[in-house]
């Protein structure tokens, strides 16, 4: 049995991770953190865990997360750097789901996130968790940073055709689309129900914090040599409570027929447990993935022109978070990397 | 492994029979019939599935029914009747999902359902699926008409209640509310997400066609003697996918107070594995059991006046059919009872 | 023109005001305060008021509100009180939309609102703004209480049955369901969409606010000598945005079908503007009343037994606090009673 | 008074022509026609009109039609093409709502609609009824061809950029999604509220009906001489009733900074009634045009790159469909454009 605390336990990735923790028979579940919440019972915040989690949310205590084998963050950013670095030297593995480690380039992340990073050395250290890119290297990692719910989506979509230097990467379009959860679970105005059902809207459209992430990760799949991708990127949120779409716009360099792309995505993601290329053409919808680690992707060639389509859905709680931590888990510590993620979507 | 088909299995209650057997570790699923789709993968029609069925529909064969252990109807009323006498003379067990089998007056139930039954002897043998009341029966069945949803919904809320004798059966009333699920897949107008959508509103209200189930159900549980039970039942349709809420009000007979009321509800479900009662005066909420085979309750006495408010929730495709179905199953097949039945609900 | 201000204009029943006021050709609006937001522009909060207010919040000065012919005051309990004499006795009228003048009884107010009245002889002297009742006591009012929108919909809903002495005032049954703006627009981890989509459950059953208005008022219109309206209410919160239903239910004390109450309504509400009898055995959507003033009824007897359903909607912004605080304005100031409300539901 | 009918008046165009005339000051309304349901009361079908509309639905008669002033066709493509020829000759005056004359190029409405056309000389006389392009056209037009939702949202957002030859027409990505309503009236499956709650999916992006609508209208606005604008249009379906939003991204042929795009677009716009141009960097909400004939825009440069992006929200029932309809009567009959339009939307 793995030893596995959670620091941060009362957001949504926080209860999502704590659904699949619950369910994975080779963890036991030793601690979740909350300073605000500390001595309630989980499962009066959260009563689908009735029965299913007897833990009360603690004060973090170092002492007994050095007891563990791993460690995740479900915090905001700033908090995992901080303590971190303890951590590793007492031989605890951590698994970030926040941004603070995602970033390579420290100034780009103290840019974007308006802070002084407390541990620029660790950052260089992580290991980008996108098992589809980088599985060898997430198996020894110490620490590991888990990327975000639209770099995972829009990652996804675009690494066949950047990887195959098919399109140019200089004018990448992502139009892409978040439910509610993907904002948080604070009590701020703008994500009143009474604010957001009947209603769509982009924002952050003028600069998002997962630009920096999603160019980088994109610049390293591409062949040596290349343009380095650039992307506009507009997030909007949705009047749902889970799931993320991405819809990609790419212009071919070449010629290239719509049967040839979607060979490269299957053959791309072959074996790929959790990436499901549908049929060319396809429209993949967020519901079918609710719950699960699964990305469905879809591509088409509209009117048989030059600018190439992908469709990419995940859960943003799921393979855009929470799900996708469990899966580093699983390789990290040896495990079939499916155990506990192979329910199939609630649908309807 | 238990030998499972399931007879119509493009609806809501199939879909979501098909997500839980998916993942049941001692059932083989050999066959789902649909006429009109015959030949459509099932993961065609519900992409959720991809990777967990590789089954096509197929055409409704006698033989091939007539070689499995247990048979599912999630069909719609007036199809079971006509083919589970054959089932059961070849020795399959059945679980009907509909609405065929559990009326036992059958006068009634052509009144409600408008059409003749085919096979009223049948109506008489089968066991009413409700475990919390009749496990030992179940365990023995051959034929199973499994619970509406809300019957299994208002039941159990007032189970303890009736039991005991402590309210009035003659004046009961039950202002209960669906997901649109509960109306079925069938693209009706009235069912379009552009009708339901920031829209509540009764229906059925002058005589749904539970009322007659659920006042038969109860006066089964009434002590000898008691006058019949009574109620005033308003269904009313949610703009949500899953869920069902109970609204169930009773006068009792003679002074109790609140902790009275809990203890006897308390002590009436205790190791009841899928009755969870909250503390009293809580307000359970349908997410916190969606996709599960749980029923939360609370007991609550407003003003601590003679009237007592029950609040129940259930997911009406689980509790309220198809988990349901397979918790039946599990008794039948001398299995774990709570075997396939054990995540907790994706909230949120 | 009459000249109006309104105080605390932040809320989802300032700017349904706001809304309703923009369209009113009698009407001039002076002022809208906010201390929080004094200098924002209201279309800045409210985009939707773009082009049809110019004006920014301000302050609350009470020599500019004294300088009007009436004022609004959309705040939260507690407010008003403190501000009303002041402005009564400069011969300003006053509509509170708020709860502080609703209950004649002080001790009762106090104990359900949680501290002390400021002004207990106002409460004697305020009018109950529900014309349906009060109409010719309105016109003379200079302070209106403006009714709850659970004691609206409830009231018009049970009127008929208690003038006439029909039903046994002793045993009223109101489960009543309320869109989410009915919980106001604060920043509430509760109310966030992620919280409340696809989710359903009651609140408040122990015991609601409401409720003692609804029992004060119903007390006005029963027969001399009638045991007084007991009634047990529970509200619930509706995955929606705007909306009130109420399913009350109420015991006949002698016989009468269903044609003899139906005429009983219509007659009651003949010539009433925003009372809308369908015709019995009708299930009235809220959506049929989305932003309008109206009320729409139905009463139906489930199996001719002695139980009589009413099935009432409005929506709760609108007749349950805005529009109707507008038809009182219309009422008091001499003007046609509709001025102003006259648009049909917005559908779908 | 205008004397008017409405052809096809049972879907969601249909009703809410039906909301906005029936609050039209000089519009007297005459018959609605649906031969499905002729003799249905219309406020049976659409219950928000009761006391706002007498009428019942009739079968449509060419003499009754030949008398009014006006007719609308709110009618499935086809439809308007066969009845239109007689009523122009009889000098009613015609504003389809439908498709069946947007397209001048009749080979390719055959193509894209799968049927012969069987007027095509209408297609050439009639006037494509987007005011902000044709307004003194429509003035004196007998025939309306009434642009499709899509096609409003994402002229009027490229419009100012095409006119003035700033960006690349050979490279322009629409991404945009729409209600539920946009689907239309009709019972299917794949559009019921527990298929599209809580769910996002691309549709049609393989090519949609309004891409041919979009690029022939987009060049001509164009400078002679120029490249035909070319478009990659992926619409999307919305768990919303009401609304669209269109995310436009263009690439500058030159040097531009967001001030000069933003005084274009205000300069573009003055003057405009219902073409709202909010602050550069804004996120316009599609429910801050709910219900009305609005179309909000913000234009943003992300980065600072070479990447306009243009927001552009419409109600895809008004501006995009009915009340563009009543605004198009409003100047082919010479009353104020913004006659019975000028309505705030119903927020929250």
């Known amino acids: 049995m793995i030893k596995v605390a959670i620091v941060g336990g009362t957001g949504y990735t926080g209860v999502e991770l704590l659904r699949l923790l619950a369910a994975h ?3 036991e579940l030793t601690a979740i953190t909350s300073r605000a919440l500390a001595g309630t019972p989980v499962a009066e915040l959260f009563p689908n865990l ?40 007492r031989g605890v593995r951590v698994i970030d789901l926040s941004a603070d480690f995602r970033i390579k380039d420290i100034p780009t992340w103290e840019q ?45 979509g675009w690494i066949p055709l950047l990887e195959s230097g098919l399109v140019d990467p200089g004018r990448l379009v992502a139009s892409a689309a978040s439910g509610a959860t993907g904002a948080g679970r604070q009590g701020k105005t703008e994500l009143l129900f ?8 982009a924002y952050a459209a003028g600069g998002h914090r997962h630009l920096p992430e999603i160019e980088q990760e994109l610049q390293w799949v591409q062949p040596a040599g290349s343009d380095p991708a650039r992307v506009t990127f507009v997030p909007h949120l949705l009047p749902m409570v889970r799931g993320m779409h991405a819809t990609l716009f790419a212009n071919l360099r070449k010629e290239a027929e719509i049967e040839e792309l979607q060979r490269l995505f299957e053959s791309r993601y072959t074996g790929e447990p959790f990436v499901d290329v549908l049929p060319a053409g396809s429209h993949p919808q967020t519901r079918t993935v609710r719950g699960t680690n699964m990305c469905r992707l879809a591509v088409l ?8 389509v992908v469709l990419s859905v995940i859960d943003n709680l799921a393979k855009g978070a929470s799900a996708q931590a469990v899966q580093n888990m699983n390789i990290m510590f040896g495990l079939n990397e499916t155990l506990a993620l192979e329910s199939p979507a609630l649908l309807p």
Chains 1, 2, 3, 4 share one sequence.
């Open 25 to 27: 028979p080779e963890v």
């Open 50 to 89: 009735r029965g299913h989690c007897d833990l009360a949310f603690c004060e973090p205590d170092i002492e007994q997360l050095g007891r563990c084998d791993l460690v995740f963050f479900a915090t905001p950013h700033g908090v995992a750097q901080a303590q971190v670095p303890d951590l590793l030297r």
């Open 194 to 201: 009474a604010e957001n059902s009947d209603n769509f809207r």
């Open 112 to 156: 974007w996130y308006g802070q002084r990073h407390a541990a620029p050395e660790m950052a260089a250290e992580a290991v980008y968790g996108l098992p589809e890119v980088n599985r060898a290297a997430i198996a020894g990692a110490q620490l590991i940073a888990c990327p975000g719910c639209y770099p995972t989506s829009i990652q996804l």
């Open 301 to 308: 060639q509209p009117g048989g022109r030059d600018t190439v």
